[in-house]
Nanobody, 120 residues
Framework: VQLQASGGGLVQAGGSLRLSCAASGRTDTINVMGWYRQAPGKQRDLVAVTRSGGGTNYADSVRGRFTISRDNAKNTLYLQMNSLKPEDTAVYYC???????????????WGKGTQVTVSS
């Protein structure tokens, strides 16, 4: 599975951006897709995830402002980000997981990041 993220950029606080992640390869085996972000000097943190069978999960810091969605027909994952804050500035990474029969057989996939910069 290959993941290609796009849509990052520079935006003023309060603005919006939509990230896209195009998936290719054996996308039919993917159970979970999501977004992580990493700010300079910090660890990579979960932003939002969605499961194939339904269900989403958001970080507390973005809940109510960000919306994750998946278009299976286009094999594309989205992250709509509204009311952006300077603290949302980070490199955003697209993530996918194929779950095995047990966690030790899970396969994780990462795309190259896309930079989001929010100016105050």
């Amino acid at each position: 599975v290959q993941l290609q993220a796009s849509g990052g950029g520079l935006v003023q606080a309060g603005g919006s951006l939509r990230l896209s992640c195009a998936a290719s390869g054996r996308t039919d085996t993917i159970n979970v897709m999501g977004w992580y972000r990493q700010a300079p000097g910090k660890q990579r943190d979960l932003v939002a995830v969605t499961r194939s069978g339904g269900g989403t999960n958001y970080a507390d810091s973005v809940r109510g402002r960000f919306t994750i969605s998946r278009d299976n027909a286009k094999n594309t994952l989205y992250l709509q980000m509204n009311s952006l804050k300077p603290e949302d500035t980070a490199v955003y990474y697209c993530y996918a997981k194929r779950e095995g029969l047990s966690p030790k057989y899970d396969m994780d996939y990462w795309g190259k990041g896309t930079q989001v910069t929010v100016s105050s």
